[in-house]
């Protein structure tokens, strides 16, 4: 069994490292800036927290570029410096010409625009470090160079002159030196364990998965309320379910073909058939509402958890009365599909062989089912309780919304309205963790239920 688990884990990694590869990916084609807002007035500020946030490090191990670009381009802040200047080198593949353009529009620049006076002059001299289409460089220098003539004071105009003619001669060089074919060239760069990646995944690994960029708090402490409170439903629900489902199962299937089969089978099938919203709404016009319902549930709304300043065990019991509707509506339908799975599953195995051996033998019905049939019909359900797992994030959503529940669900909407894709790609990979465990979970449960599993490949 030791060894079967082993091979089983082993085979779990590959498949979360391929989600995290995935996960890192597509956060790193978001349009939002994850410098948080604020940073961008101060760029000393700017440039420390790109710093933290490893934005001066390559995106990965090793890296394929054309040969026109530098392994070193990573360093360039910020971003958007970074962004030009990679698309001005891809116009000539002349790295040096371009970084020596560069230099003179930005370091070159600096002192001349901190005495050029409010006009044209400054305008398009400014202009020159968002230039991102070749052609608007001449037309821009034409601009300044015509605007110095209108100016009085000898020195600043003679200093602006000579920095538009520095500018000038840069960009001559990067015009008629181009070395085009370093475009078609191909680079393969190693940059080693400093990368964005492997600082991101460790990140993980160590418990420091990163902050919000909405509220600034570490990634762990802000998705804990949320995943304390969709773990306590869910589980309360998928418990719920199993305690009544199995059974419910178990007995539709030594009742086959009777009314009393009949009649549950119909009923989940109905159950089943309804979506989640309708019933929670049934349940709190029965249970909640005091002029059309019972009134048994004094309000549906928990108090929030950090508002209250309770241990969550305290607070979950204090709030337990807001728990029933969610957790029933949830286990309502989960019910319907393990019962019916149950029914199926035992009504297979009584088909085969060995419970006809075993009623041979003088056994009683109810030693045929809970001895023989029961422990071998519990592959569908063992199969129906690994699929729970992902539900725990995404699948209560509706519940969530209907009772107003922060869990996990509202969570990962909220995250995607409000750009915050750090706790978005985050929940990413908690869900793929908890979807991987629950099928590891589920092939124990197989090799549990017959042991032929772990044998099966020998």
């Known amino acids: 069994m030791l060894t079967y688990l082993l091979r089983r884990i082993l085979l779990a990694v590959p498949t979360l490292l391929l989600v995290s590869l995935a996960t890192f990916a597509l956060s790193r084609y978001t349009v939002a800036d994850p410098i948080p807002f604020g ?9 420390a927290k790109a710093r933290d946030l490893g934005l001066n490090l390559p995106e990965f191990y090793l890296s394929l570029s054309s040969a026109a670009l530098p392994d070193t381009l990573h360093r360039i802040l910020p971003v958007e410096d970074r962004q030009q200047l990679e698309q001005l080198a891809e116009q000539t593949g002349n790295w040096a010409a371009t970084s020596l353009y560069w230099q003179s529009v930005t370091t070159g620049l600096t002192q001349a625009l901190k005495q050029a006076p409010a006009g044209p002059v400054f305008v398009a001299l400014s202009a020159l470090r968002n230039v991102r289409q070749p052609g608007e460089v001449p037309v821009l220098l034409k ?4 605007g110095t003539d209108t100016l009085s004071h000898p020195v600043v105009k003679t200093l602006l002159r000579n920095r538009i003619a ?11 030196t181009p070395q085009r074919w370093k475009l078609f060239l191909p680079a393969l760069h190693w940059h080693g364990l400093q990368n964005r990646y ?8 160590s418990g420091d998965a990163g902050t919000s960029a909405v509220t600034g708090n570490p990634l762990l ?4 309320p949320s995943l304390l409170v969709t773990l306590l439903i869910n ?3 998928l418990l719920l379910a199993y305690l009544i489902g199995v059974p419910l199962g178990v007995y539709m299937a030594r009742h ?5 089969d009949r009649w549950a089978r119909s009923a989940l099938i109905f159950l089943y058939a309804m979506p989640v919203v309708w019933v929670g709404s049934l349940l709190i016009l029965l249970l909640s509402r005091q002029d059309v319902g019972l009134g048994l549930i004094n309000g549906m709304n928990a108090e929030p958890w950090q508002l209250s300043g309770k241990p969550f065990g305290q607070w979950a019991w204090d709030n337990l009365e807001k728990f029933v509707l969610p957790v029933l509506t ?11 799975q149950m029914r199926n599953g035992i009504l297979e195995v009584v088909r085969q062989d060995f419970i006809r051996t075993a009623r041979a033998k003088g056994l009683s019905e109810r030693a045929v089912f809970w001895r023989h049939a029961f422990r071998n019909g519990l592959f569908p359900i063992i199969t129906v309780f690994a699929s729970f797992f992902p539900a725990l994030f995404g699948g209560s959503l509706v519940v969530e919304y209907l009772f107003d529940f922060p869990g996990m669900g509202i969570k990962m909407e909220a995250a995607f309205s409000q750009n915050d894709y750090a706790v978005l790609f985050a929940m990413v990979m908690f869900a793929a963790a908890v979807t991987v465990f629950g099928s590891l979970l589920a092939d124990v449960l197989y090799a549990w239920a017959d042991p032929r599993v772990r044998f099966g490949r020998r």
């Open 198 to 205: 492997h600082r991101w995944l460790s990140g993980f690994l």
């Open 235 to 237: 589980g309360m629900a």
């Open 256 to 260: 086959h073909g009777k009314r009393a």
């Open 221 to 224: 402490v802000e998705l804990r």
């Open 166 to 176: 520095a500018v000038e001669q840069a960009w001559s060089e990067w015009e008629s």
């Open 143 to 146: 601009i300044a160079r015509a």
């Open 39 to 47: 940073y961008q007035e101060n760029p000393s500020a700017y440039l």
């Open 330 to 340: 949830l286990t309502l339908h989960a019910v319907a599909i393990l019962a019916m």
